[in-house]
T-cell receptor, first 118, second 114 residues
Framework: GAVVSQHPSRVICKSGTSVKIECRSL??????MFWYRQFPKQSLMLMAT?????????EQGVEKDKFLINHASLTLSTLTVTSAHPEDSSFYIC??????????????FGQGTRLTVV | AQSVTQLDSQVPVFEEAPVELRCNYS??????LFWYVQYPNQGLQLLLK??????LVKGINGFEAEFNKSQTSFHLRKPSVHISDTAEYFC????????????FGAGTRLFVKA
């Protein structure tokens, strides 16, 4: 089945620094990828839709200058948390659909990235 | 607007007992329905999905769900649970608004006791 890989799985960074998280579709090309944030014991909240070759679409309330998304190729989207603060500590998950299966199918999820800002 | 409600935040159950995790949704457009499972510090794994056709859907690990359009529900069931089923379960809907989005319910923590 289609696989989505996320890297790193865990990252600890100092407050004020930036962190980049990668999301790759391993055996399919994804023109669209999705980034979610999950707080402890809570659900996934959609942050933005990453569009290959164009600007990401952010959900209401998500700071686009804080969470930079780049989708430079059909297999890679990156989320950069800029000037990270402890409140940005969270579990970030990406997902993508395999277009060969049609858009109205399930999304495949990365393993998630646990970000801790100290 | 679309929304997903999981009525139970936690469901404790004894091993080999049956379980039902409830999910209701609301939407003004056609939706596709999914159940995902999440183990600690991991991503989500698809259990089953309803896209069209038969309203009773069977998934992996012995789970099944039934789509009820009149009640806008998609409850997840398993006739006999195992300790290894302890995890977080998310109901999700996908819909097309010019780009397919997926939104999730708050999740239900299934805790299987020996």
């Amino acid at each position: 089945g289609a696989v989505v890989s996320q890297h790193p799985s865990r990252v600890i960074c100092k407050s004020g620094t930036s962190v980049k998280i990668e999301c790759r579709s391993l055996d399919f090309q994804a023109t669209t990828m999705f980034w979610y944030r999950q707080f402890p014991k809570q659900s996934l909240m959609l942050m933005a839709t990453s569009n290959e070759g164009s600007k990401a679409t952010y959900e209401q309330g998500v700071e686009k200058d804080k969470f930079l998304i780049n989708h430079a190729s059909l297999t890679l989207s990156t989320l950069t948390v800029t000037s990270a603060h402890p409140e940005d500590s969270s579990f970030y998950i990406c997902s993508a659909r395999d277009p060969r299966a049609g858009l109205n199918t399930e999304a495949f999820f990365g393993q998630g990235t646990r970000l801790t800002v100290v | 607007a679309q929304s997903v409600t999981q009525l139970d935040s936690q469901v404790p159950v004894f091993e080999e007992a049956p379980v039902e995790l409830r999910c209701n949704y609301s939407s003004s457009v056609s939706v596709y329905l999914f159940w995902y499972v999440q183990y600690p510090n991991q991503g989500l794994q698809l259990l089953l999905k309803y896209l069209s056709g038969s309203t009773l859907v069977k998934g992996i690990n012995g789970f099944e769900a039934e789509f009820n359009k009149s009640q806008t529900s998609f409850h997840l069931r398993k006739p006999s649970v195992h300790i290894s089923d302890t995890a977080e379960y998310f109901c999700a809907v996908s819909y097309d608004t010019g780009g397919f989005k997926t939104i999730f319910g708050a999740g239900t923590r299934l805790f299987v006791k020996a």
